[in-house]
């Protein structure tokens, strides 16, 4: 192909020669992404067949007519482009065309296929669409680009970790990530929080199962694959680049501003001093007194207002990333290389966060037809953390709106800060929490693969690959001794001195993964090819933790397992996993516009049974360029290309660990006892031959790109069945046990998956105007769980609970409700006027969302780029577990919808006496409407449907301006071949329905590992906006 | 080529797939034991035993009249009114801790009887799974029992008659008795080590003892019952009593410390191992305290051993929930005389974190001989027994964190005065009472006392078994009966009759739960009383 079109672009140059020239146009052609020459660029006059090539510096000289008024520019991989031809030097930019059907893509295997070929969803997602926003997580960097692909920042604080879930949920207890894979080698995806961004050359998101099906039992849940960056032939490059980003708050919960500390019994509300509740009198601007008297008799006073101070609490975040890299190549081989330091201040104060990274890559050609390929990677990364955020942000909830909060940040030495002074006579000073309760933790990463690559004859090769990941991690915690004054305890009975306890722990884990692969590409007569891969892989998955905890401190401050009086506690954790995998891949192409890839896989797996461990994974999928065959497509102007595809897998997920078959014994009842040990049973007992998982998925769809590329369209319908889940389903304990690990149950997943591209301005002055939408739907239902259980508990939170239920969506929460009347109206107590809540759980909504649209623009015109991403998501609820901290405290707003009097509850009936029958309620109101109602359980807190929302929302994901400076302006500057300024803003902000009052519905109270979605807690800080500058010089 | 890359890959998979197995077999656990030898299951699960032990007298001390609501909690809800759900934590905690420990000892039973040298341990498991069915059945009347315990052989057992459990394990106890005497006979069994009997120190003897005790209160509560009595008839006339009943206290110590694995009476009813003051929104009940402080009898002997600041501890009413009832003491529970979480051996309830736990009392032991010897089960001396009883009562009260008499106790002498002090109740004095029942009366009731916040569900179990202590029914007034003030019970005595079963069984094993039983009309199979 590529030969084909050379010799016709020296057959038009040598054509060209014969006509009559009147002037000489020359210029340099480069590549957007990288801002590197490109060799081979095809320039022909528009509209003509005169032209010629760029040589090897991107360079070109062409003699056209002198009423020639543009060149047209075109390049394998890049979209073509049309340019005026100016009076001086021509500077052209390509872009790359990443829907081209010839580009060469990387698939599963790290087999590189023209896209033609492929039969799945695929999507590609290049360096400069990656961090235009300067994400410092590569996860939160994908967020709405990818049409199917869910990401979740499930958490706030210092480098979150993130959820990545690629066509729904499938397992209801196991694994639903995306397999991460950097460089063909499969990693932890943890990995996406630690890996520098810049480091990265592009991500090849494979959304479903057969796409990703040769990477075996990890890759039901798709695929991304990352590849990272390498040397160009001829060029040196270094590049340094400086990232300043600024984080605030850009959500907080609604809290009342109304109402100060003290309590109302009876609607009668009085003010206390030292009270965290807020259900005192109304604010009235009067000078009060706040606590108790300190030990020489002081007492503040402040003025009764709203002081704002709660949410000043949360500081403005600063992050640097400061970055080098160097590129080099030669015709014999290439290196890359880069460094990256990252660090963070939270908005929670006192966290902090820091990133090292550093990579080496290298490819070298030994000659003899061999090809030595190695990269390697080294980050640490160092987090010094509160471990009791949750309980701050309670305090912070618990302190009445007319604390000065923020001046009690020196607890250490303001008398009224430290706990022995502090006003509140319940709740610690939540700057004392997080100081007193800290955890550090540092992990050191190391993954690496080399190749070898022998071609003995052309259509021939074996490769060799090895490839290691390492994780070293050590983490120490501490809740550090208080001890208070006897003034304290004495006029105090709620606090007791804090004992104060030390833990320290140590893991790692090491993955090894030699693999062999043999391909053979050739034609097959004159209208078959045929790509064919057999591949052998191994891998080896060793783990290990150790931990030790005491408690009772000696002294404060010494954060040492020593520095105690209690037994120091030990703990102990190994596991091995291996895998071996043997694989076939055959692609069979007719006359390049049909292709049929059939692949399998079988895999023995070391955690499974001896008889089960062995399971093979079929797949196909074919690829139909009908834009080469059908007539009116082929000859049609407007239409480039149409390729329909579609595909069939069913791949399996083993969802153990290692030594999960046979029951344990566990020391229990307080064993050992003085060097006497003792044993009982554990609570699980495993079903003698379980299985994998089986997904079975299909899917279909179509390519389209029209106007010369400048509209690209493309849609995906899939469907998946999850069957022969592994459940630990719940067995009556009469068994002796109380939980049967089996394969039972099935979950389907159905949606689909769409994104539109268009270029809607490209002028001949350099302005284009680039807009994308990408749109997913995805619609779960649990088929079967079990036939003695219908539902699975999840989580349990608060009132709610996160279930897997028959014949509903997945997951589901489920929580209590108030009594309802046959109408659905609530039912008041007659006399009272108070609902009641009912005492069973009922499903509320499935919590995760149907809808997802990601919209985005870029702009770009002479070095100046405007980019922006946006993202809606709807069709689900969550719940927010924190009713005490909202309203037993009365902070939270609702507390105040009734003004805090006597309300009738609305919509709401009685049970009438005498008719048996339920009545509108239209005059019985509420006993009271102060802190009697809002505190209590069955008529507020404890009902989990008040604290149950919508969580859609609207996020401006990304804002990002860049400016390449010119060139001509670079000149004087001597060594400086590019630079580039821009600023960027994420998560700039966040559009919820009015229903939620609490936080960012990507939140989860559990980790990102948990099916558990659906929760949030205070332990997720309020979510922030980042924005700031960036500076990167090329030389 | 294409031949020769062909034997390559044979070559290959062949040369994979034998030493495949061997890579692939490394999934043998190396955190946790996937077996144990029966001798380290035994004593741990003979010391869960005796954790359940506390908990079911904890659990059961609301509803059996020792326990009531202290004063600055609210929302006792279902504690005073017994409007239970089948989703009550504590009690399907007692359901489901009995029956992981149970397995624990069928584990031991399975492994064991196979080999006759190991008879000891076999019959200690039978033995102790025994009295944990039997005090299973006593709060659940029909359990799962023939087809418990099979794991995954059958996911959902059939439950028995509460009357057939007591049947079978009156011949589990008589198994393992002729067993150990057997055993004894034979020197090829192994004798037990000490530390792998936590209760008797491999004491054969004794173990034969207790068992032959579990078997009297077993077959006692049978006799009650008509249509046992053909059973319970032959059963005590070849009744074996030569073997005897305890005359000890049956109490396990594995070796309990402070920090982290104190004695589970110390844990659940003085300080928490953090030393946190526990029950803190309990009190003992005005009802419990007048056999104490002169209202119905005198006895500040016991008194003073078993309640902080005798005679003047903080009590209430079940369902007092008026303002004004006072909080439950901050400084230490009102069931411990411990000074406070740095004191360490004390005498009465909570002798200390490091004091062994009762599993069974000697006092029981001689209740139930008196019953016995006072119904003509058995023939002895049944004053003899009740006396002892007594006796047996003081003794455990004063012995201390070492179990022994602590220093300064006089049990004759308190025990001489503490009969002068109520010489006109036959409930003290057993010559005084002059009918059968009267004398049914005293034995029970001083049972009761002797049992309280010891084993506080068999102290329930005999009222509800012989409606002693009396009380009245209906009654508000706090020293005439324990029923809540809030009771909802439509019974005459304001009382439930027994615990629901958990909700869990009815999730998990909906088909073999029993309909229809709530907790005022269904009765144990040995309750004959209305």
């Known amino acids: 192909m590529k030969k084909l079109l050379q010799s016709l672009f020296l057959l038009l140059f040598v054509a060209s020669t014969a006509i009559a020239q009147e002037r000489t146009v020359t210029g340099t052609v480069t590549a957007q992404e990288d801002g590197l020459p490109l060799p081979g660029v095809g320039v022909v006059v528009t509209g003509t067949q005169i032209g010629t090539q760029t040589g090897v510096d991107g360079k070109f000289t062409l003699r056209v007519a ?160 990352i590849t990272t960056k390498k040397g160009k032939k001829g060029v040196t490059k270094i590049t340094a680049g400086q990232v300043t980003s600024f984080e605030t708050v850009a959500f907080l919960p609604k809290l009342q501003k109304t109402y100060g500390s003290g309590t109302g019994p009876d609607d009668v509300p009085s003010y206390t001093p030292y009270e965290n509740q807020q259900y005192g009198p109304a604010f009235d601007g009067s000078m009060v007194e706040i606590g108790k008297p300190l030990a020489d008799g002081s007492i503040q006073t402040v003025p009764y207002s709203w002081s704002g101070e709660k949410n000043d609490f949360w500081e403005t975040g600063v992050s640097s990333q400061t970055d080098l890299s160097l590129s080099s190549g030669d015709e014999k081989g290439s290196y890359y290389a880069s460094g990256q330091y990252f660090t963070q201040n939270s908005t929670v104060p006192g966290d902090e966060y820091n990133r090292f990274s550093f990579r080496v890559n290298g490819s070298r050609d030994l000659g003899h037809n061999l090809n030595f390929d190695f990269s390697t990677n080294y980050v640490q990364n160092r987090y010094d953390q509160s471990s009791d955020v949750g309980n701050a942000y309670n305090n912070v909830l ?90 304290r305890l004495g006029i105090t009975s709620n606090f007791s001195n804090i004992t104060g306890g030390v833990n320290d722990g140590a893991f790692f884990e090491t993955r090894v993964n030699p693999e062999f692969q043999a391909q053979y590409i050739s034609k097959l007569g004159k209208d078959f090819s045929l790509n064919t891969i057999l591949g052998a892989s191994m ?220 270029i809607p301005i490209s002028t001949n002055s350099g302005l284009e105007v680039t807009l994308g939408a990408n749109y997913t739907y995805n619609k779960n239902k649990v088929i079967s769980l079990s036939d003695d259980q219908d539902q699975l508990i999840l989580g349990t939170f608060g009132n709610a609970s996160i279930a897997a239920v ?144 919508s969580a859609a929302f609207w996020k401006m994901r990304e804002l990002s301006i860049t400016y390449d400076l010119p060139k001509s302006l670079l000149k004087n500057v001597g060594i400086i071949s590019g630079a580039r300024v821009g600023i960027q803003g994420r998560n700039l902000f966040l559009f919820a329905p009015k229903a939620n009052l609490y936080t960012d519905p990507e939140y989860s109270a559990f980790d990102s590992t948990s099916n558990a979605i659906g929760f949030s807690s205070l332990s997720q800080t309020p979510p922030g906006r980042f924005f700031g500058f960036n500076l990167s010089v090329t030389l | 080529m294409k031949k020769i890359f062909n034997y390559i890959l044979l070559g290959a998979i062949f040369v994979g797939a034998t030493s495949c197995e061997k ?64 989703n009550d934590g504590g009690f399907s905690g007692l359901w489901t801790g009995t029956y992981d420990n149970v397995n624990d000892y069928e584990y031991v039973i399975r492994e064991t009887s196979g080999d006759p040298k190991l008879a000891f341990s076999t019959s200690i498991a039978r033995i102790m799974k025994s009295m944990a069915f039997a005090r299973l059945v006593d709060q659940f009347n029909d359990v799962p029992y023939s087809e418990a315990l099979k794991g995954n052989q059958n996911l959902t057992p059939k439950f028995d008659k509460g009357q057939d459990v007591y049947q079978d394990l009156v011949k589990q106890l008589d198994t393992a008795m002729i067993a150990i005497t ?174 062994s736990q009762i599993v069974m009392t000697a006092a029981e032991s001689f209740f139930l001989q008196a019953e016995a010897y006072e119904r003509g089960y058995l023939s002895g001396n049944a004053q003899t027994a009740f006396d002892n009883g007594i006796v047996a009562s003081f003794t455990y009260l004063y012995k201390d964190a070492s179990n022994t008499v602590a220093a300064g106790k006089d049990v004759a002498a308190d025990v001489a005065a503490y009969k002068a002090a109520n010489n006109t109740s ?82 998990l094993n909906p088909t073999n739960v029993p309909t229809g039983v709530d907790q005022f009309n269904s009765k144990i199979f040995w309750d004959i009383n209305d």
């Open chain 1, 539 to 758: 891998r080896d998955d060793n783990s290990k933790s150790i931990g030790v905890s005491s408690s009772n401190m000696v002294q404060a401050g010494l954060f040492n397992v020593t520095n105690t009086t209690g037994n120091i506690g030990g703990s102990e954790g190994n596991a091995r996993l291996r895998q071996m995998g043997v694989y076939a891949d055959a692609r069979i192409g007719f006359r390049d516009f049909l292709y049929l890839h059939v692949s399998g896989r079988n895999d023995w797996r070391s955690v499974l049974a001896k008889d089960n461990r062995s399971f093979f994974y079929p797949a196909a999928d074919i690829s139909f360029i009908a834009s080469d065959v059908i007539p009116f497509l082929k000859n049609s102007e407007a239409v480039n290309s149409v390729k329909l595809r579609g595909g069939i897998s069913e791949v399996g997920l083993v969802n153990i660990g290692a030594y999960s078959l046979v029951p344990t014994f566990t020391q229990q009842y307080g064993y050992p006892y003085n060097g006497i040990p003792g044993f009982g049973i554990g609570n699980r007992i495993v079903a003698a031959n379980l299985n994998p998982e089986i997904t079975q998925s299909q899917e279909a769809g179509f390519d389209v790109e029209m106007f010369r590329s400048r509209l690209v369209a493309n849609f995906t319908a899939y469907q998946s069945q999850t069957t022969d889940q592994t459940i630990p389903v719940q067995i009556a304990s009469t068994t002796g046990y109380t939980s049967f690990l089996t394969n039972t149950g099935e979950v389907e997943n159905k949606g689909i998956e769409s994104a539109l591209r268009v």
């Open chain 2, 426 to 507: 036959y409930l003290v004095n057993y010559e005084l009472a002059a009918s059968q029942a009267q004398r049914i009366e005293a034995i029970i009731t001083q049972k009761y006392i002797a049992l309280n916040m010891i084993s506080n569900d068999e102290a329930y179990n005999e009222f509800r078994r012989t409606a002693y202590p009396a009380i009245v029914n209906g009654s508000l007034d706090p020293v005439r009966t324990f029923a809540s003030r809030q009771s909802t019970s439509p019974r005459a005595d304001k009382l439930p009759s027994r615990l629901l079963y958990p909700q869990n069984e009815f999730n």
């Open chain 2, 23 to 86: 890579y692939l077999d490394i999934n043998e656990n190396p955190n946790n034991f996937t077996s144990a030898t029966p001798d380290l299951v035994l004593p741990q699960a003979i010391v869960g035993s005796a954790s359940l032990t506390s908990t079911f007298n904890t659990t059961m001390g609301d509803i059996g009249g020792q326990r009531a609501n202290g004063g600055g909690f609210g929302g006792f809800g279902a504690v005073v009114t017994y409007q239970w759900t089948a």
């Open chain 1, 66 to 225: 002198s009423n020639a008024k543009s060149l047209t520019f075109t390049y394998i991989g890049y979209a073509e482009k049309t340019v005026n031809i100016g009076s001086g030097a021509m500077n052209v930019v390509l872009t790359q065309d990443l829907n081209a059907l010839d580009e060469v893509v990387i698939t599963a295997g790290g087999v590189s296929i023209q896209r033609r070929e492929q039969g799945n969803q695929a999507t590609t997602i290049k360096a400069a669409e990656l961090t235009q926003a300067k994400a410092f997580n590569v996860g939160s960097a994908l967020t709405g680009k990818v049409a199917g692909l869910q990401v979740n920042a499930v958490s706030s604080g210092v480098n979150p970790s993130v959820r990545l879930v690629l066509r729904g949920n499938r397992s209801l207890l196991g694994n639903n990530q995306a397999l991460v894979v950097v460089d063909n080698v499969i990693v932890p995806t943890s990995i996406l929080g630690n890996i520098n961004p810049e480091d990265i050359e592009d991500i090849q998101v494979l959304n479903g199962a057969g796409a990703a099906s040769l990477y075996g039992s990890d890759a039901s849940n798709g695929a991304l694959l």
């Open chain 1, 398 to 487: 618990m302190t009445p709106g007319h604390i000065p909060l923020t001046r009690y940040s020196d607890w250490e030495t303001d008398p009224y800060a430290n706990p022995n002074g502090y006003f509140n006579e319940y709740y610690p000073n939540p700057y004392f929490t997080l100081d007193n309760n800290r955890t550090k933790n540092r992990n050191d990463y190391l993954t690496g693969n080399a190749q070898l690559k022998w071609s003995p004859i052309t259509p021939l090769s074996f490769l060799f690959r090895v490839s290691l990941a390492t994780r070293n991690q050590s983490n120490k915690g501490w809740t550090n001794k208080f001890t208070y004054s006897d003034y």
């Open chain 1, 806 to 949: 028959e014949g509903e969506a997945f997951p589901m929460m489920q929580g209590t409700t108030y009594n309802r009347d046959p109408q659905g109206r609530i039912i008041v107590d007659a006399i009272t006027g108070f609902p009641s809540v009912t005492a069973a759980q009922v499903n509320l909504g499935n919590t995760e969302p149907r809808h997802r649209l990601g919209l985005d623009g870029t702009i770009s015109f002479k070095g100046i780029q405007l980019a922006t991403v946006f993202e809606y998501r709807d069709g689900y609820i969550m719940y927010n577990g924190a009713s005490t901290g909202f309203d037993f405290s009365g902070a939270g707003i609702r507390t105040t919808y009734f003004n805090r009097e006597r309300f009738v509850v609305p919509n709401s009936s009685y049970l009438d006496p005498a008719t048996n029958t339920y009545v509108e309620n239209t005059n019985i109101t509420t006993r009271t409407g102060g802190v009697d109602f809002w505190t209590n359980g069955p008529s507020n807190t404890g009902v989990a449907q008040n604290y149950t929302y």
């Open chain 2, 182 to 355: 057997a055993g004894q006979a034979d020197p090829a069994v192994n004798s037990l080590k000490s530390s792998a009997d936590p209760m008797f120190g491999g004491d054969m003897d004794r173990w034969k003892r207790y068992a032959n005790t579990l078997k009297l209160r077993l077959l006692i509560k049978m006799a009650g019952v008509p249509e046992l009595q053909s059973v319970t008839g032959p059963a005590f006339a070849s009744f074996d009593t030569s073997i005897g009943f305890l005359t000890s206290d049956a109490v396990v110590n594995p070796g309990y410390v402070k920090t982290d694995r104190p004695n589970p009476t110390y844990n659940a009813l003085a300080y928490s191992t953090t030393g946190a003051t526990q029950q803190t929104s309990r009190i003992p009940t005005k009802w419990m305290y007048s056999f104490y402080n002169g209202v119905k009898l005198t006895d500040p002997y016991r008194g003073g051993a078993v309640y902080r600041s005798f005679p003047s501890s903080i009590v209430n009413q079940l369902g007092d929930e008026s303002t004004g009832v006072p909080q439950a003491p901050a400084s230490g529970t009102s069931w411990s005389v411990l000074t406070d979480n740095n004191d360490s051996d004390a005498i009465g309830i909570t002798k200390g974190p490091a004091a």
